[in-house]
């Protein structure tokens, strides 16, 4: 049923071949709600996403809005209604981990990678953990150094001056603990 479904959203250039392949691959039959995850997933990921957040997987989301009636036939064959529902169903198949197992899929805080992604975004993560300067900063001096590079406008916020600003002070790890 949602294979069929799925192969619709193809015809329908909602999803390419590949994304329905990945999910006959990723997801036996008697999995609907994991067919239709692996599917977006690839979608998403082919579109330039490293990840799908969960709460995506709702009728009003997918695909953006468009071809609603297939996209509520497609949650409803999937009998995933909620996001714990979706979180229940993905974490009980051997096809999905929390990145401990070698599995091809990740479901991490509530987001769903590839395995290659989700690596891949530690990898950066713990690169700037790795290269954050552990001495202290002079604050005056960083001011001053930005002042000179950046101008000292005050009239709106110079996001380039407080990008600079943070990869200095290493403050972005900051974000991903």
């Not at 799908?52 to 953006?64: E, G, H, N, R």
């Not at 993560?125 to 930005?146: D, T």
């Amino acid at each position: 049923m949602i294979m069929e479904l799925l192969n619709q959203a193809v015809r329908e250039r909602l999803l390419r071949p590949i994304d329905v392949q990945f999910a006959r691959m990723i997801a036996p039959d008697h999995c609907p709600a994991l067919q239709l995850a692996a599917a977006y997933l690839s979608a998403e990921v082919g579109a330039g996403h490293i990840c799908l957040p969960i709460t995506s997987l709702q009728p009003q989301c997918l695909f953006a809005g468009r071809q609603p009636e297939l996209t509520r036939a497609l949650w409803h064959a999937a009998k995933a209604p909620d996001v714990q529902c979706w979180r229940d169903s993905l974490q009980c198949s051997p096809s999905v981990s929390d990145g401990s197992q070698p599995t091809p899929l990740v479901l991490q805080y509530d987001r769903l990678y590839l395995q290659r992604m989700w690596q891949s975004e530690g990898d950066v993560v713990r690169f700037i953990a790795g290269s954050r300067v552990n001495e202290a900063i002079n604050e005056n001096q960083l001011r001053n150094i930005l002042d000179q590079l950046f101008g000292t406008h005050t009239d709106d916020v110079d996001w380039q001056k407080i990008a600079a600003a943070v990869a200095v002070t290493g403050k972005i790890v900051d974000h991903f603990r």
